[in-house]
C-alpha cells in the first residue's frame, strides 16, 4: 500500500509541475541569483497578468483561485494559443482538486477539449507531457475508497480466519473431552475390580 501511495505521490508531483508552463525559457545566467517568480516575465507580450495570477496561484498551491483565475483568463483572453495555456491551466488544476468521479470526469474533460485543440508542440504545453500520466492517475479520493475497500476485505478475511480458528479450537477441545471421559471410564472400571 506504501508503494501504491509512493507512486501516486509521485504521479501528483509530476502532474502538477507539468502543468504550470512557463512563458518563456528562464534566461541563462552564470551565478545563480534567486529563480525570478512567474510574475516577474511578464514581459512576454502574450502572456496576460490575469493568467499570472493564474500561475502564481497554482504554484502557491490554491488549486481552487487558480482554477477561477485560468477560466477568467481564457474568458478574457484575445488570441487562441492564450485560451489554449489558461484552458490548460484550468484542467490542470480541475485535476487537482477532483474529490469525487463527477469531478474527475469533469476535468478529464477539460483536458481532453484542451488536448484535442492543442497542436503539437503547443506553446510550452504539450499533450504527450501528460496523457501518460493522465491514463494512470488515481486521485486521493479514489485512492481513500481503495483503502476502504482493502480495509474492508482484510477485516472480512480477519473474521473468517478468526471463525475458523474458532471451529478447530473446538473440535480439538472436544476431542479432549473425549479422551478425558475415556480416561475416566477406563479408570472407573480400574477401581471396580
Known amino acids: 500500500m ?3 501511495l509512493a507512486a ?5 508531483v509530476a502532474a502538477a ?3 504550470a508552463p512557463m ?7 552564470a551565478a545563480t541569483p534567486p529563480e525570478p517568480s512567474f510574475r516577474d516575465q511578464t514581459q512576454h507580450p502574450a502572456v496576460d497578468s490575469g493568467y499570472l495570477d493564474a500561475v502564481t496561484a497554482f504554484q502557491n498551491g490554491d488549486m481552487e483561485g487558480a482554477a477561477a483565475l485560468f477560466e477568467l483568463a481564457g474568458q478574457t483572453a484575445r488570441d487562441e494559443p492564450s485560451r489554449r495555456r489558461a484552458l490548460y491551466g484550468l484542467a490542470c488544476a480541475r485535476l487537482l482538486l ?10 478529464r474533460n ?4 484542451w488536448r484535442a485543440g492543442s497542436p503539437p ?8 507531457f501528460m496523457a501518460g500520466v493522465l491514463s494512470q492517475y488515481r486521485p486521493a479520493f479514489l485512492l481513500k475508497d481503495m483503502k476502504a475497500a482493502c480495509d474492508k476485505e ?18 480439538q477441545v472436544q476431542a479432549l473431552e473425549e479422551i478425558h471421559r475415556e480416561i475416566q471410564e477406563k479408570k472407573k472400571g480400574l477401581s471396580n475390580y
Not at 8 to 12: D, P
Not at 23 to 29: D, E, F, G, I, Q
Not at 121 to 128: F, I, M, Q, S, W
Request: a negative charge; proline letters at 7%.
Open 2 to 4: 506504501r508503494i501504491v
Open 8 to 12: 501516486v505521490a509521485v504521479l501528483v
Open 17 to 19: 509541475s507539468g502543468c
Open 23 to 29: 512563458a518563456s525559457p528562464p534566461p541563462t545566467v
Open 98 to 107: 477532483a474529490q469525487d468521479e463527477k469531478e474527475l470526469a469533469k476535468a
Open 110 to 113: 477539460l483536458w481532453e477539449t
Open 121 to 128: 508542440g503547443g506553446d510550452g504545453e504539450d499533450p504527450k
Open 154 to 171: 482484510c477485516d472480512k478475511r480477519l473474521l473468517e480466519k478468526e471463525e475458523e480458528v474458532r471451529r478447530i479450537i473446538q473440535r
